[in-house]
């Protein structure tokens, strides 16, 4: 299983970042996956999960409204479109998938079967 993040970065206050996942080495379309960040000195969160199909999603409180997730089954990736961005934001966020939409559609960040790799997205004030 590899799960492979990019597209973080610096960016001033109300900017805009996409960040994308690439996976490979299961079932893709069998997996809910989402998108988890960790800033310094707090717990990793939940952020945005996307259902299997890419039917049903979930936002943290913290960003909806501002991020979008989105998944292709074609393609095996999913992107985070994340727009209005605040200093609060700041952290390494991470993309992670489960058997379960419900512990990936959730704000703690437990029961995820593999993690990629971070990315780090940074917010100016």
């Known amino acids: 299983v590899q799960l492979q993040a990019s597209g973080g970065g610096l960016v001033q206050t109300g900017g805009s970042l996409r960040l994308s996942c690439a996976a490979s080495?299961?079932?893709?379309?069998?997996?809910?996956i989402g998108w988890f960040r960790q800033a310094p000195g707090k717990e990793r969160e939940g952020v945005s999960c996307?259902?299997?199909?890419?039917?049903?999603?979930w936002y943290a409180d913290s960003v909806k409204g501002r991020f979008t997730i989105s998944r292709d089954n074609f393609k095996n990736t999913v992107t985070l479109q994340m727009t209005s961005l605040k200093p609060e934001d700041t952290a390494v966020y991470y993309c992670?998938?489960?058997?379960?939409?419900?512990?990936?559609?959730?704000?703690?960040?437990?029961?995820?079967?593999?993690w990629g790799k971070g990315t780090q997205v940074t917010v100016s004030s």
């Open positions: 992670a998938i489960s058997w379960s939409y419900g512990l990936c559609a959730g704000d703690s960040a437990v029961g995820l079967d593999h």
């Open positions: 080495g299961f079932g893709f379309e069998n997996y809910a």
């Open positions: 996307s259902s299997y199909s890419g039917a049903s999603s």
